[in-house]
């Protein structure tokens, strides 16, 4: 589970990673200058079996809903995301979470720093069941789609989609869901250094 940071009466979100093989915590740390909060949203894991490294991230936002206060979270988060990605492409690797970035909106900056990941060789596990959404506030039929996942050239994307259930359990968009989440499944291969489909 990432680090806790910030003043004990504030409750932030954190990330947590589980693993049926042996995970490894990894020493890539967000910085603690963007906003209160942030290194309990970035979380760095390796997988040493397959030399995989993976980052759960979620996208701190300010509690001043301000346009320009926003902005001054996101801009440097942002870099250092994007700078984060550049040192990591060319191994095994995967950036998964709560961007809170929709995808309907590429025009703002968070969509351009998605597709700048894209354009950088990140491959953008956009899921197929294009009918869903990953975040339903309030559990309202609309959604919106903020949870994404990028993988790493060496990695072959097989599947991506979005789960609102499964069996009795409801993790999303229902009046009994665990969460306004849902679960963001990606299946992928490591070719030729595992024969472990993820």
Known sequence: MSDHYGPEKDVHNR??????????????????????????????????????????????????????????IKHPWWEWVVKTARENINHPFILIGDFNCDLARMEDEDGKRLKDLSDEGWIHAIPMNSQFRSFYKNNESTGSTIDHAFMSPDLVLKKAEYILENGSYYFAKHEKAMSDHAVLLVEFDLPDKSKDSI
Do not use: E
């Open 15 to 72: 990330i947590l990673i589980a693993s049926r093989i042996l995970l490894k915590k990894g020493d890539i740390k967000a910085p603690t200058n963007i906003v209160d909060g942030v290194p309990n949203n970035v979380f760095h894991v390796i997988v040493p079996k397959m030399g995989l490294g993976i980052i759960g991230l979620r996208m701190p936002l300010s509690n001043d809903p301000k346009p320009v206060q926003i902005r001054k």
